[in-house]
């Protein structure tokens, strides 16, 4: 899984992103190109219609509305099933709020980029337990400061024992 959390874990404000760090965008381009990536029809909706679908990477969307049409995307009614479709490739979940709660338990992996500060949210990441270990953080101390002058760090986890 992938996602950018603020300093208390909000996620997302009004359908969208609270703020606007272009570096975690490219980042997360870099990230999950060439791979598969599954969403909730909601984060779906709340990309910009000139990556919608997300380019070069197979884009599956959660919804259960039988009748939803996500032109360029897979559609799937379940989590069960998107993570059936992307058995023995490497799929990231990219949200939102929902989706990352319900596939915590199935991710061998997470990607945090965790920005210093507070927004106004209404959206969260999932909290990430003792079942989850640090086992990278760049920088290793202290902030990147983006070009905008906000300060973010990226963390990966991945499962205790695992
Ligand atoms: N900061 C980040 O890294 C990041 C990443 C992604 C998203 N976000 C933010 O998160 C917010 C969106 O998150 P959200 O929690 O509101 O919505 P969401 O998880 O993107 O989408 C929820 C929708 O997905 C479908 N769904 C969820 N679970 C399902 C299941 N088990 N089976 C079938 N369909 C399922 C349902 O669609 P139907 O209603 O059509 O049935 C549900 O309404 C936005 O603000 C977005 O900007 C932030």
Redesign the pocket.
Known sequence: MI???DSSGG???????PWHLPEDLAFFREQTRGHAVV?????WE?LPERVRPLPGRRNIV????AS?EAPGAETV???ADALARVAGERAWI??????YA?AIDDADELVVTTIDGDYDVD?HAPVIGEDWTLVAREPGAGWTTAANGMRYAVERYERTGG
């Not at 959660?62 to 509305?65: E, H």
């Not at 990219?94 to 989706?99: E, W």
Request: proline share 0%.
């Open positions: 996602w950018a959390q996620i997302g404000m009004g359908g969208t992103l969403m909730g029809r909601k984060q709340s959660l919804t259960r509305d939803y009614r379940s989590l990219i949200g939102g709020g929902q989706v319900q959206v």
